[in-house]
């Protein structure tokens, strides 16, 4: 596992089961209906149970590049942090959206004094986003969410499916710091 120190706040990087980390919340890459389909959402709403996606029914729509909190049901972090980002080449201003996706879903979990968040590559895989350019953003929006000082996040893990997308990011890191 790869970590940073970013003004106090822990950034990791690692391969995993999302849905097995002993995090306060995860990060749910969600659709704007916050209906959870497959990937990660697939394996929350499997690994979570229904009461996630009765919350998310409830609260009915989340605006793309942002972000909605419901509870973890049966899983191990007590909360889901539903963070639409864009489908690239659909939906408009892929990179001001993916930015805004992350960085409102870290401050949701700073507003609920969360001390910890996993989150996936947000809007890779099925919503197309390029690799490289979609690890670049999500760093940056880690970091400049670190440098405003949180006074609870304090651990922030992105949690990779694949040996490749693990490399992007280290890349993406390296680059960064």
């Known amino acids: 596992m790869l970590k940073i120190l970013v003004n106090g706040v822990t950034l990791g990087l690692i391969k995993g089961d999302i849905t097995e980390l002993d995090t306060d919340a ?7 209906n916050l209906k959870l389909g497959s990937g990660v959402a697939g394996a929350i709403r499997t690994k979570g149970g229904e009461s996630i996606q009765k919350e998310c029914d409830a609260i009915g729509y989340c605006p793309l590049g942002s972000a909605v909190i419901t509870g973890g049901g049966d899983l191990r ?3 889901v942090v539903h963070a639409v980002g864009p489908r690239y080449g659909i939906d408009p201003a892929p990179e001001k959206n993916l930015y805004g996706a992350v960085f409102t879903g870290l401050m949701t979990a700073e507003a609920k004094g969360l001390a910890s968040i996993a989150l996936p590559a947000v809007s ?5 986003f390029p690799e490289d350019e979609a690890a670049e953003i999500i760093i940056k929006a880690i970091t400049d969410f670190a440098e405003n000082a949180p006074e609870n996040l ?9 040996d ?3 490399t992007i990011f280290e890349r993406a890191a390296a680059k960064k710091f």
């Open 26 to 32: 995860i990060v749910n890459a969600a659709n704007t």
């Open 164 to 166: 490749k997308d693990l």
């Open 77 to 79: 972090a007590k909360y």
């Open 154 to 162: 304090k651990r922030i893990v992105i949690c990779l499916y694949s």
């Open 124 to 128: 890779m895989g099925i919503n197309g």
